[in-house]
């Protein structure tokens, strides 16, 4: 229409930029980098001025090992790191054997130094022993391990674990006796794609068992608070034990067979 003036609306580049990120609360970046893997949480110092050294206090640290490279770049990296308190600390090796066992315990090191409570580790190809380093590790909350089995030379001493998730492990009994000898308030237990002959589960602060086991030649459950069972073989178990589970709510057993 003749005479209506029309509203210019400036092009995006003209627009002004606002960095809503910068202004967010430190704890809510923090929890942000928590989703991210270290290498990307490192590469925000490249954003401006104000994030050069931000990443040096993040308490979450997610290491993803490529199968060339950074391995160096990574220490010196952890030893700019300025945070008191490392909430998690996982490293997944699955693609890489670059690393020194010295490396990993460096690394190990520098997490319980800072009372980590939250670990995990996952190892390639190759089985691995749980460091010994990690074995002393008082502050632990959450363990995961993958393809890493007990020495029989090694001490468990987790006065604070709660939560132990084992992946793709040889266990015997030597090892699993290790576990309820130094995991005295451990809740959660989840052992997935394991190979065990006799495996006898005893523990009275259990509540949640999972088990889903490649082979189990025998399986022995005691534990008079567990509340949520979970069970499943692919092939036969020929000796299976419930013993003092009065408190049991919930079971399932899948692909299960005895002979």
């Known amino acids: 229409m003749a005479g209506k003036r029309r509203r210019l609306i400036p092009p995006p580049e003209a627009a002004e930029e606002v960095d809503h990120i910068s202004h967010l609360p430190d704890a809510i970046i923090h929890h942000i980098f928590s989703f991210l893997p270290f290498k990307d949480v490192v590469k925000t110092s490249l954003l401006c001025k104000q994030w050069r050294f931000f990443w040096t206090s993040t308490p979450y640290i997610d290491i993803s090992l490529p199968s060339k490279g950074v391995v160096p770049s990574i220490s010196r990296a952890l030893n700019l790191c300025t945070a008191t308190k490392i909430e998690k600390f996982h490293v997944d090796a699955t693609m890489s054997d670059l690393y020194t066992n010295t490396e990993l315990d460096q690394w190990l090191r520098f997490a319980m130094a800072r009372k980590v409570e939250d670990v995990s580790l996952a190892f390639g190809h190759c089985y691995h022993f749980v460091p010994r380093i990690l074995c002393k590790c008082k502050s632990l909350v959450s363990l995961r391990v993958s393809r890493c089995c007990f020495s029989r030379e090694i001490t468990i001493r987790w006065p604070a674990l709660k939560k132990l998730c084992l992946e793709e492990n040889f266990m015997d009994e030597d090892g699993i006796m290790k576990i309820w000898s130094g995991c005295r308030v451990l ?48 092939l036969v178990v020929k000796d299976f034990r419930l013993n003092g589970v009065s408190s049991l709510a919930a079971a399932t057993c899948l692909t299960f067979l005895t002979s």
Request: avoid cysteine.
């Open 187 to 234: 809740e959660s237990l989840t052992l997935r794609y394991i190979i065990a002959r006799n495996l006898r589960i005893e523990s009275t602060s259990l509540r949640e068992l999972v088990i889903d086991g490649l082979y189990i030649s025998s399986l022995d459950i005691s534990a008079p608070n567990l509340l949520s069972l979970g069970f499943s073989s692919r």
